[in-house]
């Protein structure tokens, strides 16, 4: 029994060894690659002190989830139409609540009311040892021209559009307006 029990073992270390292994040389593989190939493998727009709602869309359609959005405007706004995934920090709380929860090294995407309300919103960051914000250029009203996920009382009572449950159509009706915005 006590043969069988080792040789179960030794099976059992060598697929991990195995395994390993193999994990390693893809590793190494697409690391290669990369150095190979650097202007192949697309990559997400990083942050800028003004991006655009397309720059946004594109970081969060890549999965990366080292981003804040923060909507600067009023709760009853915000209640009636967000970004998805935004979080309500209105002007008199940003700096207290930003200073409490996030990292200043964490990107950060701000929006408000309107075009000065998101530049305030930015530079009282900035002005709080954030570093890494960017200002959303056009904010909600931009966001929802390029058929970005939204939620709130309002959206919810208006029905998906015709591409609403389509995600091939609806990356597809993306990357047109992107590039209609940036002829």
Do not use: C
């Not at 029990?5 to 994990?23: G, I, L, W």
């Not at 202007?39 to 594109?58: E, I, R, W």
């Not at 309300?117 to 960051?125: N, S």
């Amino acid at each position: 029994m006590e043969n069988m029990q080792d040789k179960a073992r030794s099976a059992v270390n060598n697929a991990a060894h195995a395994a390993d292994n193999a994990t390693h040389k893809v590793a190494d593989a697409i690391e290669h690659a990369k150095e190979a190939l650097p202007n192949v493998t697309p990559t997400p727009p990083g942050l800028k002190a003004q991006s655009s709602v397309h720059d946004l869309k594109s970081r969060l359609e890549w999965g990366e989830p080292a981003l804040t959005i923060l909507d600067a405007r009023d709760r009853d706004s915000f209640n009636a139409s967000h970004i998805t995934g935004a979080m309500s920090m209105p002007m008199d709380e940003l700096v207290s609540w930003a200073q409490s929860s996030l990292e200043p090294s964490r990107d950060i995407y701000v929006y408000g009311g309107n075009e000065q309300e998101t530049a305030q919103a930015a530079q009282t960051l900035r002005g709080a040892g954030f570093f890494n914000v960017a200002e959303l250029k056009g904010g909600l009203e931009a966001w929802k021209a390029i058929d970005g996920a939204t939620d709130g009382a309002e959206d919810s009572q208006r029905p998906p559009g015709p591409e609403g449950y389509n995600v091939i159509s609806a990356l597809a009706n993306h990357t047109q307006k992107q590039e209609i915005d940036f002829q």
